[in-house]
């Protein structure tokens, strides 16, 4: 018989652990960096875009609050905030209000923060990998100086979907969310390169969406 592990202790300061985390990230420069400074330390950083993941995941609306303040604190004025619900039914204006709290919603909704629309043409950006994978990503996410990510990542896929699934359409998915994806991974959520298929056809998109078209 197998059981789970027990649960992790109550976090009782929610606010003073997102603004940890964002201090001390894994693998990454401080967020306060990064809005600041690019490789050559110059800054750069103008155009912010926040994506949240949609009502099918939890997360704390604290933590788009932490990233807007943090953002406001070092001089970033344009920021988007962008739901990234990939296919799935847009948010309602109440939905959003849950996920992101009342003052960021009522600060940009609904100008500043809406739903990802994968059917709107005008707002998406086509490029093509070197494996022939359309991509076609929210315009904003990928003009933007900046693109955070606003999650409880409970799965070691969350962090590459947002790009190349939740601000994708239907032509950038269709490559990954299919049965051909799950027969050549070995384990699904593996994030190790050539373990997932579709964890190696999503970082493929994020590189292209990257690459100056």
Do not use: W
Request: hydrophobic share 35%; proline share 5%.
């Amino acid at each position: 018989m197998i059981y789970p592990p027990d649960p992790l202790p109550r976090i009782k300061d929610v606010r003073g652990a997102i603004r940890h985390a964002l201090a001390n990230p894994h693998d990454s420069d401080p967020l306060e960096t990064l809005l600041t400074r690019d490789e050559a330390h110059h800054r750069v950083r103008r155009h912010l875009a926040a994506a949240a993941a949609d009502a099918s995941a939890r997360h704390p609306s604290a933590g788009a609050r932490g990233v807007i303040e943090l953002a406001a604190s070092q001089g970033v004025e344009d920021v988007k905030l962008i739901v990234a619900n990939s296919l799935h039914r847009r948010m309602t204006s109440a939905e959003i209000k849950h996920a992101v709290g009342e003052r960021v919603h009522r600060s940009f909704y609904p100008k500043d923060l809406v739903n990802h629309d994968a059917e709107d043409r005008t707002t998406l950006v086509r490029r093509d990998t070197d494996k022939g994978e359309e991509v076609e990503i929210n315009k904003r996410a990928m003009e933007s100086d900046l693109l955070i990510y606003v999650n409880i990542n409970l799965v070691a896929m969350a962090v590459p979907q947002v790009g190349a699934v939740g601000l994708a359409s239907y032509k950038s998915i269709r490559h990954h969310h299919n049965v051909d994806t799950m027969l050549h991974s070995k384990s699904y959520m593996d994030p190790r390169e050539g373990r997932s298929a579709i964890h190696d056809s999503c970082r493929r998109m994020v590189r292209c969406s990257r690459t100056p078209g």
